[in-house]
Antibody
Framework: EVQLVESGGGLVQPGGSLRLSCAAS????????MHWVRQTPGKGLVWVSG????????RYADSVKGRFTISRDNAKNTLYLQMNSLRAEDTAVYYC?????????????WGQGTLVTVSS | SYELTQPPSVSVSPGQTASITCSGD??????ACWYQQKPGQSPVLVIY???RRPSGIPERFSGSNSGNTATLTISGTQALDEADFYC??????????FGGGTKLTVL
């Protein structure tokens, strides 16, 4: 059974930092693109970042470029998102998602999400 | 920036067919996919690459994509299908884009 378990969310002040983790199991983590997608409470979904299977290629939404860093540890089957210079508009539930196979991007499995609140 | 537009809400009677549209410039040139999200739960992929169903997704879910519109069709809609549905597309220039979501009400 595929499992993606996010952790690391919480309350942080504007300008602060937070690191999210996503522990993966039930599939070959080291062969999968992985992504972070966020959802503002009561609103829609927004892709944040993605990383290829060996970590050599990363992509970011313009809204987080230069502030967030995605990484992975294939030995630990864990995905990370380092979030710096956090803003109120970064407040959201952050989901870890496994990318699908093929020449396009879609999300086959999603974690349960972790809530990040940026507020003073 | 690239945008995908969905109707905010769609209503359907039990047993009838529900159609949810997703519009974007030349969307038919990209692959579209669809997610179902029930209250308090994570999204679930129901259609990918325009019309392919992941294992475990009922046959009553189908998809199409042509021109500027992708459509998710739910045949024989059941009460348990009530949820928010999001379309999503990708290409190398626009990255990943989600539609704003459609609330499907079965009444």
């Amino acid at each position: 059974e595929v499992q993606l378990v996010e952790s690391g969310g919480g309350l942080v002040q504007p300008g602060g930092s937070l690191r999210l983790s996503c522990a993966a199991s039930g599939f070959t983590f080291s062969s999968s693109w992985m992504h972070w997608v966020r959802q503002t409470p009561g609103k829609g979904l927004v892709w944040v970042s993605g990383i290829n299977s060996d970590g050599s290629s990363t992509r970011y939404a313009d809204s987080v470029k230069g502030r967030f860093t995605i990484s992975r540890d294939n030995a630990k089957n864990t995905l990370y998102l380092q979030m710096n210079s956090l803003r109120a508009e970064d407040t959201a539930v952050y989901y870890c998602a496994r990318g699908g196979a093929g020449a396009t991007v879609y999300f086959v499995y999603w974690g349960q999400g972790t809530l990040v609140t940026v507020s003073s | 920036s690239y945008e995908l537009t969905q109707p905010p809400s769609v209503s359907v009677s039990p047993g009838q067919t529900a159609s949810i549209t997703c519009s974007g410039d030349k969307l038919g040139d990209k692959y579209a996919c669809w997610y179902q999200q029930k209250p308090g739960q994570s999204p679930v992929l129901v259609i990918y690459q325009d019309n392919r169903r992941p294992s475990g997704i009922p046959e009553r879910f189908s998809g199409s994509n042509s021109g500027n519109t992708a459509t998710l069709t739910i045949s024989g809609t059941q009460a348990l299908d009530e949820a928010d549905f999001y379309c999503q597309a990708w290409d190398s220039s626009t990255e990943v884009v989600f539609g704003g979501g459609t609330k499907l009400t079965v009444l």
